[in-house]
């Protein structure tokens, strides 16, 4: 028998690696076709958003911000995308003209996980900056965005991994998500979906407002959220554990115990794939990535009053001009470094935040694409 599995790469590695021929050989079923199942699920949307290549993402073991940042961390405009075609996508597919999970069930289960073509972000970014009466700028709205929808497409996840308990207390002998996809009853799946994306804080505070007269727009289903609002939610989930399981198991516990919501978005876990797009590819400015921006050593330049603050704060930190060093050497590195903790300090000008050791941290800011500038050395003793 094999074991509970605890991620869906867990699952990946025991299926593969049985020695029974017929679950390592029948686990993994194809992925459905168009108009099979009302969701993309990794299929290409429309004549300007290209192929997903499974090959090309691999899965690794980073721990990445949760944000993202395009290219250039001085953009004050939103790029030029095509809004009246992707309005019209959207009423017809709801959310999922802008992103899709695909779940590690379909074969080449290795190319599971979120994907969101680069203009989807933008495109929302933008609807939500004008409901907002246009204040504030592009990146906050851009990250409002991603918060979106990530959430919406988090929960298919969790629905994912609900089966999957099922499935992993049958020993993998009993299907539960691939019927239940095939089955096309999922609208309250994409309903549910929403209610709990709304139930999530974003930034900047209002805009949960225009969030929800964004799904208002969307088609049946995903626009029927309110029939679980409040505490009508747990009634949704009961609903989708009861259609997943077939009615058919006898639980001890309420069915809707199968689903984990306490568990955390991580995206060295869930794999997020940002995807170019015709108006926005990898060499656009706006192209946006889940790492901190990577300059070149001779890129990094340090202010007058931050030089004067190392000064001063070494004279009793002997370590902390090397520590400086290695902080600036990893904004460098091509991999990414959780321990920098990179983050936006958000106000009217772009200051960033970057952590040299457990005390102090350097607030930065971005001039141009090519360069960034050390404004400030911030201590606590």
């Known amino acids: 028998m094999l074991v509970i599995p605890l991620t869906a790469w867990d699952v990946i590695q025991q299926i593969r690696g049985s020695k029974d021929k017929d679950l390592k050989g029948g686990f993994f079923e194809e992925l459905p076709q168009k108009g099979v199942v009302p969701r993309p699920d990794g299929e290409n949307i429309g004549d300007d958003r290209p192929g997903v290549d499974p090959e090309y993402y691999q899965y690794g073991p980073y721990k990445f911000p949760d944000t993202v940042w ?7 405009e939103f790029p030029v995308i095509n809004h009246e075609r992707i309005d019209g996508l959207v009423r017809e597919m709801g959310i999922h003209a802008l992103a899709w999970y695909r779940s590690f069930h379909w074969k080449r289960p290795e190319s599971w996980g979120i994907y969101i073509p680069a203009d989807s972000i933008w495109y929302l970014a933008e609807k939500f900056h004008r409901g907002m009466g246009g204040t504030g700028g592009p990146l906050e709205y851009a990250q409002a965005s991603y918060d979106f929808i990530i959430h919406h497409e988090f929960f298919h996840y969790i629905v994912d991994m609900g089966a999957t308990v099922l499935e992993s207390g049958a020993s993998f002998r009993k299907k539960f998500y691939t019927p239940y996809v095939l089955s096309r009853k999922i609208d309250d799946e994409e309903a549910v979906a929403n209610a709990w994306a709304l139930r999530k804080r974003y930034k900047p505070s209002g805009v949960v ?33 009861n259609m997943i399981s077939h009615n058919e ?6 069915i809707e115990g199968i689903f984990n919501l306490h568990e955390t978005f991580d995206h060295s876990r869930i794999p997020v794939h940002i995807l170019e797009t015709k108006n926005i590819p990898k060499v656009s400015q706006y192209f946006l990535a889940l790492v901190h921006p990577r300059y070149n050593m001779g890129e990094i330049e340090e202010s007058l009053k931050f030089t004067r603050q190392v000064e001063k704060q070494s004279r009793g930190n002997p370590r902390l001009k090397k520590d400086i060093e290695n902080a600036k050497m990893k904004l460098v590195d091509e991999q990414y470094h959780h321990s920098l903790d990179w983050k936006s300090l958000g106000g009217k000008k772009d ?7 457990q005390k102090c941290r350097i607030h930065c800011s971005p001039a141009g694409i090519k360069k960034l500038i ?8």
């Not at 198991?249 to 309420?254: A, D, F, G, R, V």
């Open 209 to 241: 407002r225009v969030i929800r007269e964004f799904m208002q727009s969307q088609p049946q289903g995903y626009r029927d959220f309110d029939r679980f609002a409040g505490k009508k939610f747990t009634e949704g989930l009961r609903g989708l554990g």
């Open 70 to 76: 395009p290219r250039n961390l001085k953009v004050s």
């Open 374 to 381: 050390l404004e400030k050395l911030m201590c606590h003793h």
């Open 249 to 254: 198991l006898n639980m001890s516990i309420p």
């Open 351 to 357: 200051f960033y935040q970057f952590r040299i050791n």
